[in-house]
């Protein structure tokens, strides 16, 4: 008969099990795949951002440059959760990850030329978020197949992705001063060659059912042979079933289409023309480093109502729009940025773990990209709007509307019973809840 152990050794032992299962040869591929991804994608609102400008191009363009990619992401990526349910997500990944590689090199390349036609970029823009449409709903199901501790990998991937946006931003930024707009798409190409390598590298284990199981998977393998309506109707009835799911959807459109999505370009825009481009790299590198102390919290922090405590979060991120729209200080903007990135990666890290441990493997990746489509839906529309809204009524007060609004979210998401009364899932590290 075993001697039972003293809690803080149970705890400690507990926490050890969960570190080595986390880090497995699999799972650090995958880890460095979403980090050097990661070291791209923040450099590249800085290039375009300061590209653009630098040729003449307006805050207007800079927002339709970024909304474009967002338009493409939110129209595809449903029909790409279908095929990623159904088919090896790894394999879609890669190619996903090559198609960038093509297409920001190809960007690069224009943007050395100095002739840079928005049109062209535009059409870039629409290929690079049709790839990420590929990519992204095999994520979940990656972090779930890989991680016997769901929140611990969604944590140190949310970790290592803010210690990228803690570096990029600055070494974009820096690029641009020494050199120019077209090296920093040279570099982001090259990190999508590096991602590519490592999930070719990285083996996926198969994908097994919960105990009691058996016929939903049974099911969803004919499923695999229906169409592809079929297969969006059965992930929308998924998310219908899930008050909490479809209601965190509607309230995160309100608020990708009156602050997420209008704050980028503006802060980008006011940030650059006010400050400069070291400047604007150095509050995104801060932004970067809030989120590597939230992701480190939310590594920590285990709440029985995960949602509850990540909209708490979500209320954090409104002080970095004020800070900007408040006219302050670059120091204290760079701190308001902290506070905000923390509050969304614990909201983030919170959010994502709800989805893969409450919803059933079979339909994981559908869902994952309704959520996706649902939560940046409006996001285009916000970030397209934000010029001439600006314009209209100055970008200071857009930035703290768009605080404002924040807030308004926080105190919704705290107020929708269904939300708020969410539970952990008991079986967390593999997701059994449905």
């Avoid at 299962?21 to 791209?40: E, H, I, K, Q, T």
């Avoid at 611990?152 to 974009?172: D, H, K």
């Avoid at 503006?266 to 400069?276: D, K, N």
């Avoid at 970095?320 to 204290?332: D, E, H, I, T």
Wanted: net charge positive; charged share 15%.
């Amino acid at each position: 008969m075993k001697a039972r152990a003293r809690p803080g050794h149970n705890g400690a032992a507990a926490t050890e099990r969960r570190e080595q299962r986390l880090w497995s040869r699999d799972f650090g591929l995958f880890f460095l795949s979403r980090a050097v991804a990661r070291l791209g994608d923040t450099m590249l609102p800085v290039a375009l951002a300061a590209g653009l400008l630098q040729q003449g191009h307006s805050a207007t363009s800079v927002g339709l440059a970024m909304a474009v990619p967002t338009v493409s992401w939110a129209v595809l990526v449903i029909f790409a959760g279908v095929i990623a349910d159904r088919v090896d997500p790894r394999r879609l990944m890669i190619g996903a990850d090559l198609l960038r590689l093509v297409s920001q090199s190809c960007a690069a390349g224009i943007f050395l030329s100095g002739h840079v036609a928005l049109w062209q970029v535009l059409v870039i823009g629409l290929v690079n978020g049709g790839a990420a449409a590929v990519f992204q709903p095999g994520v979940a199901g990656t972090v779930r197949r890989l991680s016997a501790d769901v929140q611990q990998g969604n944590g140190a991937i949310r970790t290592v992705e803010a210690v990228m946006s803690l570096v990029g931003p600055t070494a974009a930024g820096l690029l641009v001063a020494v050199a120019s707009a077209g090296s920093v798409f040279a570099v982001h190409a090259g990190t999508y060659a590096v991602s590519a390598l490592c999930l070719w590298a990285m083996r996926l284990p198969d994908r097994t059912a919960p105990p009691g199981a058996r016929a939903e998977e049974t099911g969803a393998k004919r499923s695999a042979a229906k169409g592809m309506r079929q297969g969006l109707g059965e992930g929308w009835r998924a998310v219908r079933v899930r008050p909490w799911l479809w209601g965190v959807l509607a309230l995160w459109s309100f608020f990708a289409l009156t602050a997420r999505g209008p704050t980028a370009p503006l802060i980008a825009t006011e940030m650059v023309q006010r400050h400069g481009v070291t400047d604007y790299g150095l509050v995104n590198s801060a932004l970067g480093c809030g989120t590597v102390v939230g992701g480190i919290l939310a590594m920590r922090l285990r709440p029985v109502f995960q949602l509850r405590a990540g909209a708490v979060g979500v209320a954090l991120f409104a002080v970095f729009p004020f800070a900007v729209g408040g006219g302050l200080p670059v120091p204290v903007i760079a701190a308001g940025a902290v506070v905000g990135g923390l509050g969304m990666a614990f909201w983030g890290v919170m959010w994502a773990t709800s989805i893969q441990t409450q919803v059933p493997h079979e339909v994981l990746n559908r869902v994952y990209a309704y959520d996706i489509a649902g939560s940046i839906a409006f996001l285009p529309v916000g970030e397209a709007l934000a010029g001439p809204a600006a314009e209209l009524i100055g970008r200071r007060t857009m930035l703290l509307t768009g605080a404002v609004c924040t807030v308004a979210v926080s105190v919704a998401l705290l107020s929708v019973p269904a939300i708020r009364r969410l539970r952990r899932a008991d079986g967390q590290d593999r997701g059994e809840q449905g």
